[in-house]
């Protein structure tokens, strides 16, 4: 089991940029894929980057702004945010899996463990 917890979040103005880190507790990290998701008010949750051991994917409006990072090591995702827009405020979500070749890393009913979210506010 993988308990995970985020940080980083905040109030920023538009254009800037923020650092999302998610930890992670528990054996075997390297086996997950991992995931950032976010969900604005009234809004489903929806995909915003994946990674795993064929590398990083993004959704299409944050293509080119956000990075996403992981260090077995430390156990840790990060999620780096540049050049920050009003609509990509929202409540962001770590999330984790058993990698396995075929899964749909962009739907968030494939993900077996979630942390408590993070705030990002972006100002215009």
């Known amino acids: 089991q993988v308990q995970l917890v985020e940080s980083g979040g905040g109030l920023v103005q538009a254009g800037a940029s923020l650092r999302l880190s998610c930890a992670a507790s528990?054996?075997?990290?390297?086996?997950?894929?991992l995931g950032w998701f976010r969900q604005a008010p009234g809004k489903e949750r929806e995909f915003v980057a994946a990674i795993n051991w064929s590398g990083g994917y993004y959704a299409g409006s944050v293509k080119g702004r956000f990075t996403i990072s992981r260090d077995n090591a430390k156990n840790t995702v990060d999620l780096q945010m540049n050049s920050l827009k009003p609509e990509d405020t929202a409540v962001y979500y770590c999330a984790a899996y058993i990698y396995y070749s075929g899964s749909y890393y962009n739907v968030p009913t494939t993900y077996d463990y979630w942390g408590q979210g993070t705030q990002v506010t972006v100002s215009s």
């Open positions: 528990g054996r075997s990290f390297s086996r997950y894929a």
